[in-house]
């Protein structure tokens, strides 16, 4: 897709050893840190797990940052970082770890922290935050998208699936919540393409010798949307009807999140571009392609 040779090496964040291998291969300036497990309602049943990948293994990173001199990374944060939002839409100013709703966004916070405290300690060292809001949809041409291990824990995949047949309904987990349009829970959901985007901003930024210290920016569209306006309009941009079944709220989850950007869009130069109908559309065009996902490859 790229024309441009893209090196693997496969690495554990919980194995330093295999952590220090691209770094002895290549001279590296910066890093994006995408490594982490994300799933909410996992995080309620195996905690122990998250803190070991999400806190330990970015420990295991950082140190090896530092052991090689490189002084920047681009951290995926994520807006569970606000917990159980005090006002709409969160800024970066909200506070962030009192109302973490569950242990997936305290490792992000926790994470988000020792990052401070490293930077404190290294005058050279730059940290960005990125807080994302609800990453959907999938590269247009349908050859790359989102193809979950086992259920999906999140909307999108899930509709999909269900849209494909590899599922029989969606289960929608609460229509109970105060303050949504139909009880569903509401979140901001934002092109896979827009996040992209967002880290070719940001990557940008931190590589000016300027840029120290640590910064934290939303990526959101700034509008929420509840889980049952997704599916309509899943169901009026693809034409296929999803069956839904409400079942009960999970642990963890929280009625309304959605951001604000206009600090990413003043000092990264960043905002979205893409809709809700085009965030269905290619979800629809990767799953619709690739019924069985990566296992078509």
Request: hydrophobic content about 35%.
């Amino acid at each position: 897709m790229t024309g441009k040779r893209v090196f693997f090496y496969k690495a554990d964040m919980r194995d330093i050893e295999s952590l220090r291998i691209p770094f002895r291969c290549h001279n590296i300036s910066a890093v994006i840190h995408f490594a982490a497990l994300k799933a909410v309602g996992e995080s309620m049943a195996s905690p122990l797990k998250y803190y070991k990948v999400n806190v330990s293994g970015t420990c295991n990173l950082m140190q090896v940052m530092e052991e090689f001199d490189c002084q920047k990374i681009v951290f995926s944060s994520s807006s569970c970082v606000y917990g159980d939002p005090e006002y709409l839409p969160v800024d970066e100013n909200h506070p962030t770890g009192k109302n973490c709703a569950n242990p997936y966004g305290r490792s992000k916070y926790i994470t988000e922290e020792i990052m401070k405290d490293i930077s404190k300690a290294n005058g050279k060292l730059g940290v960005m935050l990125l807080r994302y809001f609800n990453p959907v949809g999938a590269h247009p041409s349908g050859k790359i998208g989102e193809d979950p291990a086992g259920v999906p824990a999140n909307l999108m995949p899930y509709i999909s699936q269900v849209a494909v047949g590899r599922r029989e309904k969606l289960m929608v987990y609460g229509n109970d919540y105060q303050g949504t349009p139909d009880g569903t829970g509401v979140r901001d959901y934002i092109h896979i393409m827009d996040l992209a985007d967002g880290h070719t901003a940001a990557v940008n930024k931190i590589l000016t010798p300027e840029f120290k210290g640590v910064s934290a920016y939303n990526l959101g569209t700034g509008h929420g949307i509840s889980v049952l306006e997704m599916v309509a309009a899943f169901e009026r941009t693809t034409g296929v009807k999803i069956p839904v079944e409400i079942a009960p709220r999970r642990p963890g989850d929280v009625a309304v999140s959605y951001a604000t950007a206009k600090l990413a869009e003043t000092e990264l130069g960043w905002k979205t571009k893409y809709t809700l109908d085009d965030m269905c559309r290619d979800a629809w065009n990767w799953q619709s392609k690739n019924p069985k996902g990566f296992l078509n490859q």
